[in-house]
């Protein structure tokens, strides 16, 4: 069975890995209430999907579940995980693995901090600065690396080893996630005030999750059209 792989940044990638229900499962759950139960989707059946969605009756839409392969830097992943209602996360572990000497996140541009969004970031540093922080982040990945590479020759255990490590470098995680909970990831993380990066990875995430619920994702991003 082929799964659907979006690439993201540089390294990364967002990957379908299993998942259950449909957009009819939503609509199922929904008139369980009334001992009813349909076999085919139908027209009438989005309108459902979009009344509870406007109205806030949740619980249909978290009867369905997907399980999602993600390799970010562990900069995003320290923002997604705040995402925890109706989520699962399993998380490569550095105790049990070495990590490779090139997985870390080396950005196209750098960006300038916001004057007046404190926590972000607006366009590109100075033309003349912009060779030099190149060359002072990649040094300083690497050299995180080298110094990490050194220790495990020296006998350190890995779990103390990658203290050194950047959280620029490269992790991966399964997550498992109900369509309420992926489409709420989604809202706050597609957003202009989100990080550029983990915007990238919720632009990924609907791609492979819009086909499996287009009625039902597109209802609960309130983006559904008539």
Not at 105 to 128: C, H
Request: charged content about 25%; overall charge neutral.
């Amino acid at each position: 069975m082929t799964h659907t792989e979006i690439k993201v940044l540089d390294k990364g990638f967002v990957r379908l890995i299993d998942h259950m229900g449909s957009d009819l499962s939503v609509v199922n759950a929904a008139r369980v209430s009334f001992g009813k139960r349909k076999e085919a989707f139908e027209a009438g059946d989005a309108k459902l999907i979009g009344y509870l969605a406007e109205h806030e009756h949740t619980s249909p839409f978290r009867h369905t579940a997907m399980t999602l392969h993600v390799k970010a830097p562990i900069f995003v992943f320290r923002q997604w995980m705040k995402h925890r209602i109706g989520s699962e996360f399993n998380e490569i572990s550095g105790r049990y693995v070495e990590f490779p000497e090139d997985e870390f996140f080396v950005p196209a541009t750098f960006r300038k901090q916001a004057k007046v969004n404190k926590q972000g970031s607006e366009g590109e540093i100075d033309a003349a600065n912009r060779a030099r922080a190149m060359e002072s982040y990649l040094e300083s990945c690497r050299g995180a690396v080298a110094h990490y590479k050194e220790l495990l020759s020296l006998g350190v255990c890995r779990e103390q080893a990658r203290c050194v490590l950047p959280v620029g470098l490269y992790s991966e995680v399964y997550w498992t996630v109900s369509l309420q909970a992926v489409a709420h990831f989604i809202r706050l993380r597609a957003d202009g005030h989100a990080q550029w990066e983990i915007q990238q990875y919720a632009a990924a995430v609907r791609q492979v999750v819009e086909p499996l619920f287009p009625v039902g994702l597109k209802a609960l991003l309130a983006d559904r059209q008539g």
